[in-house]
């Protein structure tokens, strides 16, 4: 894989951008970045703060500003926001500047990684203060389209043995890369080639 090329993950709350993302770029020895963190430390307070004083709008504009500057790096995998795909801008950025990742997990599955760490449910702030599953579920309805819109790469997130998953993920990337190493040759392939069982 060229250290010129991005891999950006997209994916539900509790899919494992993070996770994944941290321990993706490690195997391919790659700088990670995680755009809700580099939001959080450039701004000075959490994300649940800046919802509190400017609504989810004014989040999704910082959102949008943090995306359209760090695709514009080269040779990074960063995890974004499950609401990133939003924002058409921020699609667009995505799919025109790297290979885009979509990691999919059943409610089931995210409703037990989100409801796991209260700590982290300070980050999401959409998940405060309701019905997480329902929520979820709306959540997912409204987003899904857009995760599979913009996917060269779908895997199953639901997997519990994380050395396999990123040794076949790692593997798919190498495998949609390959032709030159060239990602428009990549887009041009069929979008979400992998479904992990």
Not at 52 to 76: D, K, N, P, V, Y
């Given at each position: 894989?060229?250290?010129?090329?991005?891999?950006?993950?997209?994916?539900?709350?509790?899919?494992?951008?993070?996770?994944?993302?941290?321990?993706?770029?490690?195997?391919?020895?790659?700088?990670?970045?995680?755009?809700?963190?580099?939001?959080?430390?450039?701004?000075?307070?959490?994300?649940?703060?800046?919802?509190?004083?400017?609504?989810?709008?004014?989040?999704?504009?910082?959102?949008?500003?943090?995306?359209?500057?760090?695709?514009?790096?080269?040779?990074?995998?960063?995890?974004?926001?499950?609401?990133?795909?939003?924002?058409?801008?921020?699609?667009?950025?995505?799919?025109?500047?790297?290979?885009?990742?979509?990691?999919?997990?059943?409610?089931?599955?995210?409703?037990?990684?989100?409801?796991?760490?209260?700590?982290?449910?300070?980050?999401?702030?959409?998940?405060?203060?309701?019905?997480?599953?329902?929520?979820?579920?709306?959540?997912?309805?409204?987003?899904?389209?857009?995760?599979?819109?913009?996917?060269?790469?779908?895997?199953?997130?639901?997997?519990?043995?994380?050395s396999k998953f990123l040794q076949e993920l790692a593997d798919e990337i190498a495998r949609v890369t390959a032709t030159g190493n060239d990602l428009a040759a990549a887009k041009n392939t069929t979008h979400n080639s992998v479904?992990?069982?």
């Open positions: 894989m060229s250290q010129h090329q991005n891999i950006f993950l997209i994916g539900m709350p509790g899919a494992g951008k993070s996770t994944v993302g941290k321990a993706l770029a490690k195997l391919l020895g790659l700088p990670f970045v995680d755009s809700d963190d580099e939001i959080v430390s450039r701004n000075g307070v959490g994300i649940a703060t800046i919802f509190e004083i400017e609504g989810e709008a004014g989040f999704r504009q910082r959102e949008s500003a943090i995306i359209a500057e760090l695709t514009r790096q080269a040779g990074i995998v960063m995890a974004t926001g499950g609401g990133a795909i939003l924002n058409g801008d921020n699609r667009n950025a995505l799919v025109s500047r790297g290979l885009v990742v979509y990691l999919k997990a059943d409610l089931d599955v995210l409703v037990q990684r989100t409801s796991q760490d209260a700590g982290k449910r300070k980050k999401r702030p959409l998940l405060e203060n309701t019905d997480v599953r329902k929520r979820l579920a709306d959540l997912l309805a409204v987003r899904e389209p857009l995760y599979n819109e913009i996917a060269d790469i779908t895997v199953n997130a639901n997997q519990t043995n994380r479904k992990k069982a």
